[in-house]
């Protein structure tokens, strides 16, 4: 089944340790996302890439990156990750323009 | 600043009734709308989206757009205890991103 991955589901990271979470899709999707959610939260969109085309949101820290060397991955980097980042964070792809968007499982992160 | 707004419940309801949902959003230019489904510790799940004013129906959801008074809604009819979940309402911009609204807890009572 086509289908949105995400590595690692949890993951534990010390303060200020580095951390890369990563997205694969089989949708060949030219959108790929990455949000970030809190608790009762709603979704926050960080960045975008339209095919290798990044677009960051303005009130994205520095602190996030991402890479995405082929179609179907898509990474994101944390540099140095404070208790505040501990979030759910979430890949999601799309056909861009004004269609709808799929999400993986998401990846659980905990800073400690 | 570009909003959707929904009332963050919980919604309460029992077996078998009508979850009535609702969603106003901001930006009078939005052509996209959708309705996604989210468990708790899960990643949303889209149920739903319309693009033109009126109904939409599948299965037992219907969603209902009104681009004039800028309200869009979800109908979940016979609800199920499995129903219970945060239900998102998600807005495209004009630059083709999501904006999310909060959510709305629903309960479906046994």
């Known amino acids: 089944d086509a289908m949105v991955i995400q590595n690692p589901r949890y993951q534990v990271t010390q303060f200020g340790k580095p951390v890369t979470l990563s997205c694969s899709q089989t949708?060949?999707?030219?959108?790929m996302y990455w949000y970030q959610q809190k608790s009762s939260q709603a979704p926050k969109l960080l960045f975008h890439?339209?095919?290798?085309?990044?677009?960051n949101e303005a009130d994205t820290p520095d602190n996030f990156q991402s890479r995405r060397p082929n179609t179907s991955f898509c990474f994101l980097d944390i540099r140095s990750p404070g208790l505040g980042d501990a979030a759910m964070y979430l890949c999601?792809?799309?056909?861009?323009?004004?269609?709808?968007?799929?999400f993986g499982p998401g990846t659980r992160l905990t800073v400690t | 600043q570009k909003e959707v707004e929904q009332n963050s419940g919980p919604l309460s309801v029992p077996e078998g009734a009508i979850a009535s949902l609702n969603c106003t959003y901001s930006?009078?230019?939005?052509?996209?709308f959708f309705w996604y489904r989210q468990y708790s510790g899960k990643s949303p799940e889209l149920i739903m989206f319309i693009y033109s004013n009126g109904d939409k129906e599948d299965g037992r959801f219907t969603a209902q757009l009104n681009k004039a008074s800028q309200y869009v809604s979800l109908l979940i009819r016979d609800s199920q205890p499995s129903d219970s979940a945060t239900y998102l309402c998600a807005v495209m911009d004009s630059s083709y991103k999501l904006i999310f609204g909060s959510g709305t807890r629903l309960l479906v009572r046994p």
């Open positions: 999601a792809t799309g056909t861009g323009k004004s269609y709808e968007q799929y």
């Open positions: 949708l060949n999707h030219n959108v």
């Open positions: 930006d009078r230019g939005s052509q996209s």
């Open positions: 890439y339209y095919d290798k085309d990044f677009n």
